[in-house]
């Protein structure tokens, strides 16, 4: 069955490595940012709307057979609106909605219901980690089994699967622990968004990929 | 009025109390002014007294796919033995397995929460998506208060 929102983890990292790349340039500028975000969800298939006269909600994310929307609250800052953009984005990243529809809403502060699970909290609080982690426009900053399955993984040359395998085996053990820390607790989640962490990250992803 | 064939009006005669029946099920205990004024914030044009005629079963106008859509989107049903049954009475089909009809009235049920407003702009959202059309731009912006 094909996914509710196409390639989410790969519209996440399109979106991190272009905030990247504008660099920080301050309140000031997250007007320009939240168009270049939202320019690149409608490039991404996704119908945004910017205008709607929300109360209660900053927006809502619908996704199904007939492509995802995202429909923003009119009173939004560029700010907010990036904010929303990039968290309703995370969430669709961290759940791979199966299915033909999914939803998601994003509540104005202090507007939203209590959690209904532990797990829902928990989903929240990831989805927040990861969305930061996007704004800041590194990818890294979260663990790499969250926006990217193993099998996404390039394969190397046949003739050194074998001993690619054993090492990949235990790369893939660490992102698990890894990802399980990071559903699990918070302090993990800010210990894991530490530029010493992001570097050894990635240079473990890279030994194991190549 | 549109003229109907002899056809339609003779199938919608032998249906229409059976869908009533559905219909009065899937309002369940909501009154019949909130869903009319719920169906009039989706653009239906269907009075109080519509649907106490199509509950009842007298009403001769069939009752549209659209129409049956909108009043179980409106009573959060659309995945209810009811809302089935009415759709194969009349010989409709919605493309969407159970699970995802179930996860419509749930976001529907979570949404009734949400002030007036967002649940309009919601419901809209989600009927547009359950037809599997655009929606169409809306001439006049939503009031706030009813």
Redesign the interface.
Known sequence: MAPLVQAPEHTASLIASALARLGSVGPEGDAARAWLVRRTLEEMGFHCEED??????QG?L?A???GP?I?LAATLTPTQQLAVYVHLLATAVLHRWD?????Q?AYVEGRA?KPRSERERREQAVASALARAILDGDLGRAPRYIYQTADAWPKPPLIRRWRRWALRLMVGAIHRVSLLLYWYSPRYQQLRAHPRWVRLAKRLSARSAT | MADRDEVQIARWTAIREQVGVCLRAMRSEASQARLSGDLEDLGYHVTQSMISRYEQGVLDAPLSRERMVGWALCCQALSSAACQQMLELAGHFLP??K??LK??DE?LQ??R???L??QI??RR??LW?IL?VRELPTPA??E?IR
């Open positions: 709607s006269p929300l109360q209660d909600l809502f619908i199904s057979a007939h929307e429909v299915g033909e529809f999914a939803a809403f219901p | 969407w397995p699970a995802d996860r419509f976001t979570r949404a929460a949400l002030p407003p967002d702009i919601l959202k989600l998506h599997g912006p939503v706030a």
